[in-house]
């Protein structure tokens, strides 16, 4: 659409550094672009700023000294990654987790897979211009915070899994709480629609801009709601059930086009379904324990391990190597966020500029978990 | 006709959009004016560790093992105790944590073999020397008590 303008009236490009500080990043990432006028003609993410060595990191501590680690990689979705590290010991090991923990663990990584897709809907209509959604968004969120701190401690870095469990039982409170934000974000659908799906500016910023289409989306190794926005139907949860899903019942939503609008709906779609999937979970929370008997020091046996989950930004997968010791020989977490950001690079040149803030939000990228 | 009915339709849904926000004028405020007002913290509240004071013996039960000093992922924690006597247990005799390389895990609290770590409530822990994070442990208690 943009490349019926684009006339060589000069060969004179130039380039333009995006970031490392600019507000729409959201994070040290640089952008660095090839222009002609307003058309990008090259694009290339530059990454690192945020490295911390979180996996050479991992060789040196004891399995359970990683832990807080893990939610620090992608720290919008703490508690998923949380969960996919513990899940991979707990497999690597052979830890049996007790059913009350494994519904708790499902309900508080739901609540916070909403609550990373409704910062990225703030963020991102933010960025498109529009102030207000920001502030009812995270008027949400910040429910979600207060039901999660209530039971892990903590509002954003959680290290509330542990090995065979988790670390702090679930109250009668904190059922009737989660029940009560159900119920408001649901009657709170309606606004955000009126706010912004319906809202012409944003149809028009985000229909057909950034088109990640089901090959391009393979090619890079999307996942999470960009590939599903392109109409693949993957879903970790769905793919490879992990703890309780498969008894759970939900829908994967999917998009037919892969454009920012389809990814934004695909978004909206899915705290939706998390929705349902915390109300099933809460009616079939078991009675029982809620961390198994584990020894104070994991010693996995000897061989190499993977784990995935689905974050709120697709696959999350722990590959770990174990040399029979309580220390991991090499842990290599395989995050969303590089393959989405990459595609970047394919789907940027002939775009205005202005359209690369519209893309780029759509994609939902969290650096620090790029950079690791 | 076709301009004219995407006119009319965009401007519909800006009003719409806005009719949502004239609404929530009308609702109650929710903000709470920090530090004029204060929230309670939830009781799973995570500020830095401190000992647990037991009625029993009106003190902590620290026997410097250094378990929790092992386990620490970022060693904020520097423990070292002393017997009394020959034939007496140990007890902690230094108890230090560096609250600024503290990533409020829980390890050494969850791993704590007399139970006596707990998280405190602390939350207003913004300081402007590294010194300041710099926490004994031991005399926290002797001034609570």
């Given at each position: ?199 012409v500016i944003f149809i028009h910023r ?147 500029v202005a359209d690369t803030i519209s ?14 | ?139 926290r208690l002797e001034e609570s008590a």
């Amino acid at each position: 659409m943009a490349n019926e303008f684009l006339e060589p009236i000069t060969e004179q490009t130039f380039y333009l550094n995006m970031g490392p500080q600019h507000p729409s990043t959201h994070g040290v990432l640089r952008l660095f672009l090839k222009l002609d006028g307003e058309y990008i003609v090259e694009a290339d993410p530059v990454i690192g700023y945020g490295h911390r060595g979180h996996e050479k990191m991992a060789e040196s501590h004891l399995y359970e000294q990683f832990l807080p680690n893990s939610s620090r990689m992608d720290y919008l979705a703490g508690l998923i990654f949380n969960h996919g590290y513990v899940a991979a010991i707990e497999k690597m090991a052979g830890i049996e987790v007790p059913p009350r923990a494994e519904y708790i663990r499902v309900i508080c990584a739901e609540l916070n897979r909403i609550s990373s897709h409704l910062l990225w809907f703030g963020t991102y209509v933010m960025d498109l211009g529009g102030f207000t959604p920001f502030l009812y968004s995270f008027d949400d969120r910040e429910n979600i915070l207060d039901i999660l701190d209530r039971v892990s401690g903590s509002r954003l870095t959680y290290s509330y899994c542990r090995f065979g469990g988790v670390a702090r039982d679930v109250d009668d409170e904190f059922i009737t709480a989660t029940h009560q934000f159900v119920e408001r974000l649901r009657s709170r659908w309606d606004d955000y629609h009126n706010l912004v799906t319906k809202n012409v500016i944003f149809i028009h910023r985000a229909k057909d801009v950034g088109v990640i289409n089901r090959e391009l989306a393979l090619r890079f190794g999307c996942t999470g709601p960009i590939l599903r926005a392109a109409g693949v139907p993957y879903d970790v949860r769905k793919a490879e059930p992990y703890s309780v899903y498969s008894e759970l019942d939900f829908e994967i939503p999917t998009g037919t086009k892969g454009d920012a609008l389809d990814r934004y709906l695909v978004r909206v779609q899915e705290m939706e379904q998390s929705l349902h999937i915390i109300e099933q979970a809460l009616e079939r929370l078991p009675d029982g324990a809620i961390k198994a008997a584990v020894p104070h020091k994991v010693r996995p046996p000897r061989g190499d391990y993977y784990f995935a989950v689905e974050s709120a930004r697709g696959a999350v997968g722990f590959y770990i190597v174990s040399d029979g010791t309580s220390y991991p020989y090499r842990l290599k977490a395989r995050v969303p966020s590089y393959g989405n950001l990459q595609v970047l690079t394919e789907v940027l040149p002939g775009t205005l500029v202005a359209d690369t803030i519209s893309i780029l939000g759509s994609i939902d990228i969290v650096v620090p978990e790029v950079d690791r | 006709m076709g301009m004219i009915k995407d006119i009319v339709e965009g401007g519909w849904s800006l009003i719409a959009g806005m009719w949502v926000t004239i609404r929530r004028i009308y609702r109650p405020v929710v903000t709470v004016q920090y530090p004029r007002e204060c929230l309670d913290m939830s009781p799973a509240y995570r500020g830095h560790i401190e000992f647990e004071q037991f009625p029993e013996t009106g003190s902590h039960n620290c026997v410097a093992c250094g378990t929790c000093m092992r386990f620490c992922p970022t060693n904020v924690i520097k423990v070292q105790g002393e017997k009394t006597h020959t034939h007496s247990e140990k007890r902690a005799s230094l108890y230090f944590i560096d609250f600024s390389h503290c990533s409020l895990c829980g390890l050494c609290v969850v791993n704590c073999p007399t139970q006596t770590l707990k998280f405190s409530g602390e939350y207003e822990l913004a300081h402007y020397s590294r010194w300041d994070g710099v926490i004994d442990l031991i005399q926290r208690l002797e001034e609570s008590a």
